[in-house]
């Protein structure tokens, strides 16, 4: 009888079958050891004292009685270097346990744009945030949106006198719940009308 624990790495040792298990809750059955038929026994083995034996822990090495897997490669969290499986190793990766290769961090919080409950950094959480990807620092609304959100450069304009008057009643808005001051509306009203947002939406055409 051999005791598979010793030869279970020997090239020499080929497993045939496994039968049966004894009272000492060791593993029974037969193999080939360099050619000739052997019986064998095996003790299983619990590595790291998680009591979960080797031949089932996904970590073998690495207590963890909870067998987590986030991304169910075989392998358990507590020893997977890359628990989401998007090729940025745990040790770097802004959201470990979120698949997102670009690594993309709206706020530059070291929090990944996957993973983070206010992207924009404004203190209004996504959930209820109307204008998730304010520039940081701007002033914002109850509804976590500031004036550029409001009345963007990008929109579908009507003319340039569409975009000046949103940002004032904007920045009125804004004066008048205390968010900024009235010099300062004057600023952002200004900036507005120096801009070109708006402006030659519509070209005409040539005459000759």
């Known amino acids: 009888m051999q005791d ?9 040792w080929v497993l045939e079958e496994a039968r049966d298990i004894n009272d000492k809750g060791q593993i029974v059955g037969n193999g080939k050891y360099n050619g000739k038929m ?34 169910n490669d075989g392998l358990g969290d507590e020893c ?10 745990d040790s770097i990766d802004n ?4 698949y997102n290769t670009d690594q993309s961090d709206w706020d530059s ?19 209820i ?11 914002i609304n109850s509804d976590g949106c500031s004036i550029a959100d409001l009345c963007s450069c990008a929109n579908e304009w009507k003319n340039h006198g569409s975009y000046i008057k949103c940002i004032a009643h904007s920045a009125e808005d804004f004066v008048a719940t205390g968010l900024i001051t009235d ?10 009308a120096q801009s070109s947002c708006g ?3 519509f070209k005409p055409a040539s005459s000759r």
């Open 80 to 89: 997977d270097t890359d628990d989401d499986n998007d090729i940025v190793a």
């Open 109 to 127: 919080d070291s929090i990944g744009d996957a993973c983070d409950e206010d992207r924009d950094g404004d203190n209004i959480n996504d959930g």
């Open 183 to 192: 010099i300062e509306k004057d600023v952002i009203v200004s900036e507005a």
């Open 4 to 12: 598979l624990n010793i030869l279970i790495n020997d090239p020499s």
């Open 129 to 139: 945030d109307q204008c998730i990807n304010t520039v940081l620092g701007d002033v």
């Open 38 to 71: 052997r019986g064998f026994v095996l003790t299983p083995t619990d590595s790291d004292g998680d009591g979960v034996l080797d031949v089932d822990d996904n970590c073998p090495q690495d207590a963890n009685p909870d067998q987590e897997n986030y991304d």
């Open 199 to 201: 402006a030659n939406r």
């Open 95 to 98: 959201c470990p346990l979120h």
